[in-house]
């Protein structure tokens, strides 16, 4: 399995929007995001189904980002509104069994490299 490909960070003011796209070579997971912040540990953002029926949000970010994915496209996406400064970090996705793994971090397969997302005030 080739590791995943995230892209579509960058810098946005407080109250902006930005979209990830994390495109993939393989299906038939789950897939979740995940960031990372200078100093801190990686944590799980958002989670969706194998079929994109299901998904999970961390709470810090539930009613302003929505997961979302084209398995024709091997792809997955992040639609971030109402951007705050807490949410700059470098963005990862990664695959997992279901939704329940990828919010505990049992993902399977290789990390990509990360797209950067930085929030100014």
């Known amino acids: 399995q080739v590791q995943p490909v995230e892209s579509g960070g960058g810098l946005v003011q407080a109250g902006g929007s930005l979209r990830l796209s994390c495109a993939a070579s393989f299906t038939g997971y789950a897939w979740g995001w995940f960031r990372q912040a200078p100093g801190k540990e990686r944590e799980f953002v958002a989670g969706i189904s194998d079929t994109g029926s299901s998904n999970r949000y961390a709470d810090s970010v539930k009613s302003r980002f929505t997961i979302s994915r084209d398995n024709a496209k091997k792809t997955t996406y992040l639609q971030m509104n109402s951007l705050k400064p807490e949410d700059t970090a470098i963005y990862y996705c990664?695959?997992?069994?279901?939704?329940?793994?990828?919010?505990?971090?049992?993902?399977?397969?290789?990390w990509g490299q990360g797209t950067q997302v930085t929030v100014s005030s």
């Open positions: 990664a695959a997992a069994g279901n939704i329940a793994a990828i919010a505990a971090g049992r993902t399977v397969g290789s």
